[in-house]
């Protein structure tokens, strides 16, 4: 990684605490983080251990429609959240809706996300 570049968490967003409680202040630091003018990634990680119980597609998609008008699919990592997801979820639930909420989008863009953002961003 060279000191122009950065990589943060997609999350801790307030997903437990509803889309309209903490939303705004969460959009608003992605959107500032998102601006700033070195080349930033971002971790498509973390939403479902911050969601609450049960969670599905619809609970993570605001967040992560925020996170892709912030963000070019060049800029995004999935990340599994690994094994602290095991406290509220499991990898192939998440694995699966996050290929769902990014199944609009060009092959190749799903396949940087899934894998060659994250090539490129650690030197591999």
């Excluded at 889309?19 to 998102?34: K, P």
């Excluded at 969670?55 to 999935?78: G, R, S």
Aim: hydrophobic share 40%.
């Amino acid at each position: 990684m060279s000191e122009a570049q950065d990589c943060r968490h997609g999350s801790k967003s307030p997903i437990r605490d509803g889309i309209e409680s903490g939303w705004q202040s969460w959009a608003d630091g992605i959107a500032q983080f998102a601006a700033l003018p070195q080349k930033l990634f971002c971790k498509l990680s973390g939403l479902a251990t911050e969601a609450n119980a049960n969670w599905n597609d619809d609970t993570l998609k605001p967040y992560v429609a925020h996170l892709f008008e912030q963000f070019a699919p060049e800029q995004l990592i999935w990340g599994s959240d690994w094994p602290v997801l095991n406290l509220n979820g499991s990898y192939t639930v998440w694995y699966n809706i996050a290929r769902r909420l990014i199944s609009h989008l060009e092959k190749t863009q799903q396949e940087a996300i899934f894998g060659g953002t994250a090539r490129s961003f650690y030197c591999l």
